[in-house]
Nanobody, 115 residues
Framework: QVQLVESGGGLVQAGGSLRLSCAAS????????MGWYRQAPGNQRELVAS???????DYADSAKGRFTISRDNAKNAVYLQMNSLKPEDTAVYYC?????????WGQGTQVTVSS
């Protein structure tokens, strides 16, 4: 059973930075994709950034130039460095892992950006 545990959310002023971390435990076989989604109240969950184990990064337009995704394959961990945060970035951020046709999700971490 794969489990994902996120950390690093919190309250920050507009223009500030936060770094989210996510560690996956359990057996993970083969190529996989790790990344981040977010969901604001009243909105659908949306992709923020993703990074395959052997591929290139993909970012939502809203994240380009401000957010950076990275991963440590040895630790099965993925990170999201968020800079120049805006109030509209306020949401619950979910880590995910897609492997062997299964999708796994973390419990979510709240990010609140005050104006």
């Amino acid at each position: 059973q794969v489990q994902l545990v996120e950390s690093g959310g919190g309250l920050v002023q507009a223009g500030g930075s936060l770094r989210l971390s996510c560690a996956a435990s359990g057996r993970i076989f083969g190529p996989n994709v790790m990344g981040w989604y977010r969901q604001a109240p009243g909105n659908q969950r949306e992709l923020v950034a993703s990074l395959p184990s052997g591929g290139n990064t993909d970012y939502a337009d809203s994240a380009k130039g401000r957010f950076t995704i990275s991963r440590d394959n040895a630790k099965n961990a993925v990170y999201l460095q968020m800079n120049s945060l805006k109030p509209e970035d306020t949401a619950v951020y979910y880590c995910y892992l897609s492997a062997a046709s299964f999708n796994y999700w973390g419990q979510g971490t709240q990010v609140t950006v005050s104006s």
